[in-house]
Structures are given as C-alpha cells and as structure tokens.
C-alpha cells in the first residue's frame, strides 16, 4: 500500500466528522513520515472537505457539523502551509469575497469561503457591508481570478450591480470573474447586472468557481 494510504483516508473521514484535534495530530504525523504536504492537501483536506460537500448537498450534514469540519481544517492548514510555501506549491487560485455594502449577513460567504479553502484556494475575505471601492482596492492589492459577492437582503443585493459598474469603470472588469450568490438572487438576476456567474449554495460555488477558472472535472 502506498506510503500514508490508511491515515490519508483517516484524516479524510476525521475532517468530515469534525474532529479537530485528530485532523491535527494526522496531519503532523503524516509529514514527519514524509508524506508530501500535497498530497495531504489533496488526498486528507481536499477529499475530506468534498465528503462534507455531498454531504451538505444531501441534506445529511448541516451547518454547525459544517463549521466543526472546517476548524478541523483550519487546524490542519495551520501546520501544513508553511510545509506548502516551503514546496512551492501555490493555492489553485485567489478568490476575494464580500457581502456588499449594507448587508450585515456572512454566515453564507464564511461556508462558501469555507468549501473554497477546502477545495485548494486562497480566500481573500472582505468581510460586511463592503463599499464598491474596496472591492475595487482588493482586487489591485491581491489579484483574485475570482471575485464572489453575497447578499441576503433584497434591498442590498442592488448594490451587487453598483459594485461590477465600479469595477468596470476603473477598467478591472475584464481582470476578474465575478460570482453573486445569496438568498434574494438568482441566475436571471446573474445575468442581468453583468456577472459571470450564480451559485446558490456553497456547493454550488465550488463547481462554478472550477468551472469559470477552467478547473472543472
């Protein structure tokens, strides 16, 4: 059996049952065997995380056991980045996200920031009630390829179309994706204001942001 296999799917099923502290000692574990911090990305973190997903879209898992597996996560991330940064080895992408200006909902935005992680990306998180301009100053200061935009409230999500109009007028339209996403928007909503894209569930999300970055399986 391939080196780490057995604690590999270990860790995978310790992530998905939320156990932090076990996530944790695995994933130490498997680096001082030697194991590569990528595979440990990909075949613990990354298909554990995937585990929670389906879960989560079949309605077996919600969100406290979600937030749980995602401190496990953290937990994990914490050891194994500097062993990532060490490597080389680079996030599949930057994605900024932000619930816009006037919204004081995250717990959306924070699950899909979650599963994004989960799926190997570098979240740049704005957090409430985000001006046009900063989205605008956080794109010049990360580079994301994706921009994701969340509101709940149906009198907010109007500003969603202010944001992309701001973006495009300092000429950074064609810099990013832009995905919205929350309770109040839909695809037809989507295309009306400009954006690339519309998910709506964390899930959701992952697939879309793969599927607009090329990624998709």
Sequence with gaps: MMQGMKELQELAQSLEHGQTQRVAALTQQLLDAGVSPQRILNEGLIAGMSLVGEKMRGGEMYLPEV???????????????PNLA??????????LLGTVKGDMHDIGKNLVGIMLQGAGFEIIDLGLNVPPQRFVEGIDAHHPAIVGMSAML????????????????VGLRTKVKIIIGGAPVNQKFADEIGAD?????????VDKVKQLL???A
Excluded: E, F, H
Excluded at 68 to 76: D, G, P
Excluded at 198 to 205: G, M
């Design 67 to 81: 937030l749980q597996s995602a401190s496990a996560m953290q937990a994990s991330l914490k050891i194994l980045k």
């Design 86 to 95: 060490k490597k080389g080895i680079k996030p599949l992408g930057k994605i």
């Design 154 to 169: 149906t009198t907010t999500m109007l500003n969603m179309k202010t944001i992309i109009d701001t973006i495009a007028a």
């Design 197 to 205: 894209g519309y998910a709506r569930d964390a899930v959701l999300a």
């Design 214 to 216: 090329g990624l998709a």
